[in-house]
C-alpha cells in the first residue's frame, strides 16, 4: 500500500457518481487501501448514469461495507484511518453528517473521521444550492471539513468528459497530499 494510507470512500446517491467511480480507481491505481461504501441510491444512480458494474465497483476496493452495517470497524474511531471522502455527497448526506444525525455508515464514518480530527472531504454535486445547502457545508466548513465541489476548471482546455472528471478526482486526491499527475496543473498547459 502506498506510504501505507488508509482512506475510508463514501459514494452517496447524487448525480455525479462517476467521480467517486474515478476516484476509488484512481487510489486503487496508487496502492492506498480504501474501506468503501456505497449508499442504496448511490448504486441505483451507478445504474441510471453509468454502464459500470457494481460488483465490479465493489471489487476495486480493498474493503465494502454495507450503508447499513453500523458496526462495521470504520464506525469506530480506533480504526485509524487517513481520513475520509464522500464523493459524490448528496445533501442528505451533507444534512446528516452536519446536523450529527447519523443515520448509515457514510455519515457515521464521516462523523468518526470529524471527531478524531481527520481529515474529511466531502464533494457536493448539487445546483443551484438552497439557502439550507449553503448554511450546512458553512457549518461543516467551519470545523475543518473541506468542502470541493465538483466544479471542474476549463483553464487545461478539456477535451472530455474524463478530462473534466480527472480535474475534480486529481483537486481531491490533494486534499490528502497524494502526489498524482491525474489533471493539467495551473501553468503546465500551453495557453495561446
Known sequence: MSENLKLVVGISGSS??????????ALAKLKIETHLVLSKWAKKNIEIETDE???????????????????????????????MAIIPCSMKTMSSIANGY?????????????KENRRLVI????????KIHITNMLK?????????????????????IEDMISHIIGKTLDQF??????FTRWGTSKVT
Open 102 to 114: 447519523d443515520d448509515n455508515l457514510i455519515s457515521r464514518a464521516a462523523s468518526v473521521t470529524i
Open 16 to 25: 455525479g457518481v462517476i467521480y467517486g467511480i474515478r476516484f476509488l480507481q
Open 177 to 182: 497530499n497524494i502526489n498524482n499527475d491525474i
Open 53 to 83: 458494474n457494481i460488483d465490479e465497483i465493489l471489487n476495486v476496493a480493498d474493503f465494502s461495507y454495507e450503508e447499513t452495517n453500523m458496526a462495521a470497524a470504520i464506525s469506530s474511531g480506533s480504526f485509524k484511518t487517513n481520513g
Open 140 to 160: 461543516l466548513s467551519e470545523i475543518g471539513v473541506v468542502i470541493l465541489p465538483a466544479m471542474p476548471g476549463f483553464y487545461h482546455r478539456p477535451k472530455t
Open 123 to 130: 464533494v457536493p454535486r448539487e445546483t443551484p444550492l438552497s
